[in-house]
């Protein structure tokens, strides 16, 4: 299969080729994790950019020290000032060769314009049925994560397969090893390598691991990327594959944003999503459907 160098680079050019048909409007404003007492969960790992149509996309900002940095940077400025204007695409070319920080926001501004593109379609990606991504597991299967996942545990033993988990982190191994004795954590990623179910972090688009960690899991009959960054379109995921792909779509803007700058949880103003790799009709059939208003 040829294949453009690194994910980043790939989904980059997918939304330059995106952003052709469909001109994408400004950021309206970056919204950071509250920093308060109440600041704590998965909730508080998150940013997001929101467009000036009141799309959103998040991205992950606990891998190294990125959210620190991006306090640092944006921390003094509202909500509705920080970033205000600028131009998401531009935003989305730091997630090639960008720093920490870059990378995030690019991310979220990949996902902003995915959800802008998708609203103005008038496509709604399917709801999704379980937390791992509609992935269903048997007694047969043995499950690789990619990030460890630990309300996950008790499902896999419920189903009487088998687990393995790869972390990037040696102190994270180390805690979950003494957390979960029973689980094989690990920091090789060839330890997937007999998996036939791999369920990966979406903080594999971020760290440009996705190639190298499918290259991991030869035997993988099914392959999903999930987690609130993954919100862009899944065409070049599946074209690696990637057979389904987990995200979170902001439904309400202005909820999320109070609830971030208040720490609080922010599931009533979104909808997680499963978008499975054989019922994709890929980007070029929603835009070849689009009314005439959305196209050049």
């Given at each position: 299969m040829n294949l453009p160098t690194g994910i980043a680079r790939a989904l980059l050019q997918q939304a330059e080729q995106v952003a052709r048909h469909l001109p994408m409007p400004p950021v309206a404003a970056l919204h950071m994790p509250g920093q308060g007492q109440a600041a704590s969960g998965h909730e508080a790992e998150f940013c997001a950019i929101e467009l000036a149509d009141g799309s959103v996309g998040l991205s992950y900002v606990l891998l190294g020290h990125t959210l620190q940095a991006l306090l640092?940077?944006?921390?003094?400025?509202?909500?509705?000032?920080?970033?205000?204007?600028?131009d998401p695409l531009?935003?989305?070319?730091?997630?090639?060769?960008?720093?920490?920080?870059?990378?995030?926001?690019?991310?979220?501004?990949l996902n902003a314009m995915t959800d802008s593109a998708w609203r103005r379609l008038g496509y709604t990606p399917p709801a999704a049925g379980n937390s791992l991504a509609d992935v269903q597991l048997g007694p047969d299967d043995h499950l690789g994560?990619?990030?460890?996942?630990?309300?996950?545990?008790?499902?896999?033993?419920?189903?009487?397969?088998?687990?393995t988990v790869v972390e990037m982190d040696a102190a994270t191994v180390a805690r979950q090893q003494q957390r979960f004795p029973q689980v094989h954590v690990t920091l090789q990623r060839q330890?997937?390598?007999?998996?036939?179910?791999?369920?990966?972090?979406s903080t594999m688009l971020l760290n440009d691991t996705l190639d190298d960690m499918l290259a991991a899991a030869p035997a993988a009959q099914r392959f999903a990327v999930i987690g609130p960054s993954a919100g862009l379109w899944p065409d070049e995921l599946f074209r690696r594959g990637v057979t389904q792909m987990g995200g979170t779509r902001v439904t309400d803007a202005a909820a999320l944003a109070a609830a971030m700058r208040e720490g609080a949880p922010w599931s009533r103003a979104t909808q997680k999503f499963v978008i499975d790799r054989s019922t994709w009709p890929g980007w070029q059939a929603l835009l070849a459907h689009a009314p005439p208003a959305t196209r050049d």
């Open positions: 640092q940077a944006h921390g003094q400025a509202t909500g509705a000032e920080r970033l205000a204007g600028a531009t935003l989305a070319q730091g997630l090639v060769d960008g720093h920490a920080v870059a990378r995030a926001l690019a991310l979220a501004a994560m990619i990030g460890f996942f630990p309300p996950l545990v008790s499902r896999v033993q419920a189903a009487g397969g088998r687990l330890a997937i390598a007999a998996c036939n179910v791999v369920v990966g972090t």
